[in-house]
């Protein structure tokens, strides 16, 4: 590409571009919109902005960073350079006080010489390490507002003109258009396979995640388990205490199923109050643990008004003892969950199925002993 005018040139001081410079900052930025048009994630294309900004100006350092989603760190996008290890995608960085200004303001902030630079402390080791002496911030604005910055330094002193300054805002804006159309993309993909009350799966994941540990055991061998729950008294919340509480109830228990279960399970709602969690590499020990920690903590009080209390009918199936397929496993695990809700029922208790002929034999024994236990207790 055809670079713009240099520190050390006649006019360094915001002289204008020549045609040439101008129709290279053009090409760039129509370059980087159809890039931003083709992909489907953005980090290839904030690689290449970085560098076509480097290029078309004759900038020797260029970085693109972004505030995480707390809002609270600042995260290196893609940087051009720098040293290896300094300014690499994924790594945390705290920015000079003028780039974070940059993002606060949702302005360019320009800086022509950090010798002479009053309006902020620049206390950083990565700047100084690679002698950058001038630099110009652009805010990226996302989702209507600003979450990263596009920064270009220099290692001589130099006043940015408009059109440098023009070229950086454009390509800014590329790529928070870009970012923009990604994370939106991502809410739709989330949405289509997530419970919108509570955030969990919903049956197309879950459907997804069955066969996948389906595919998993034909492929490898390995043990999964699949849980469905039931929650019993829950129509009674309804209809005393109004849909609001109810939809509330349903969130809370969702954070409780997510709160007991591993990283690698999955947690669904399948509709109502019925729920199911996937568990991968999963044996009859993880899937009896888990579902006596699903009717624990399901069991536990809810702070509301209303005093809200709701137990869980659980069965279980394990894969493949239960079955091979997603069919067989669902049909399996909604037996032993009726059969547990029938238990429940008759013996006012909460129950989940233990899978074995002589498992509903035991739970009743268990039943009958807390039951004479409470009794002793005045």
């Not at 440098?164 to 805002?169: A, C, K, S």
């Not at 490898?220 to 039931?230: M, N, S």
Request: with cysteine; aromatic share 4%.
């Amino acid at each position: 590409m055809v670079q713009g005018p240099r520190a050390g040139d006649a006019g360094r001081y915001g002289a204008s571009w020549d045609d040439q410079a101008r129709l290279a900052a053009m090409k760039s930025v129509a370059g980087l919109g159809r890039l931003a048009l083709a992909i489907d994630e953005p980090a290839s294309l904030m690689k290449q902005a970085a560098a076509d900004v480097a290029e078309t100006m004759g900038m020797p350092m260029v970085v693109l960073t972004e505030l995480d989603p707390g809002g609270d760190k600042w995260v290196v996008r893609a940087g051009f350079g720098w040293r290896p290890g300094t300014m690499d995608p994924e790594l945390l960085w705290e920015p000079p006080e003028l780039v974070s200004q940059a993002l606060s303001t949702a302005a360019p902030v320009v800086m022509g010489d950090i010798a002479e630079e009053t309006r902020w402390s620049i206390p950083s080791d990565v700047l100084a390490d690679h002698g950058v002496t001038s630099a110009v911030c652009v805010p990226v604005v996302g989702c209507g507002q600003p979450s990263g910055v596009l920064a270009v330094f220099d290692r001589v002193r130099r006043a940015f003109g408009p059109e440098e300054v023009g070229f950086i805002t454009m390509v800014a804006h590329v790529l928070g258009l870009a970012v923009d159309r990604y994370r939106r993309e991502e809410e739709v993909r989330h949405d289509a396979v997530h419970d919108p009350l509570t955030g969990l799966a919903n049956r197309v994941l879950l459907a997804d995640r069955i066969d996948m540990i389906v595919h998993e055991f034909r492929r490898t061998g390995r043990r999964a388990a699949l849980v469905l729950l039931d929650l019993d008294g829950f129509k009674n919340i309804n209809d005393t205490l109004g849909h609001q509480v109810g939809d509330t109830v349903l969130k809370r228990i969702g954070e409780r199923l997510t709160s007991v279960v591993r990283q690698t399970d999955t947690v669904a709602r399948l509709g109502g109050d019925e729920f199911a969690i996937v568990m991968r590499e999963a044996g009859r020990r993880e899937a009896e643990t888990v579902a006596g920690k699903v009717c624990d903590v399901i069991a536990q009080p809810l702070d509301l008004d209303g005093r809200p209390q709701v137990r869980a009918s659980v069965g279980v199936a394990l894969l493949p003892d239960c079955g091979t397929d997603a069919d067989a496993l669902l049909r399996y695990a909604d037996v032993e969950m009726l059969r547990a809700k029938q238990l429940s029922h008759a013996l006012d208790g909460t129950l989940f199925s233990l899978l074995e002929s002589d498992s509903i034999d035991r739970l009743i024994g268990a039943l009958m002993a807390r039951d004479e236990s409470s009794s002793l207790e005045f």
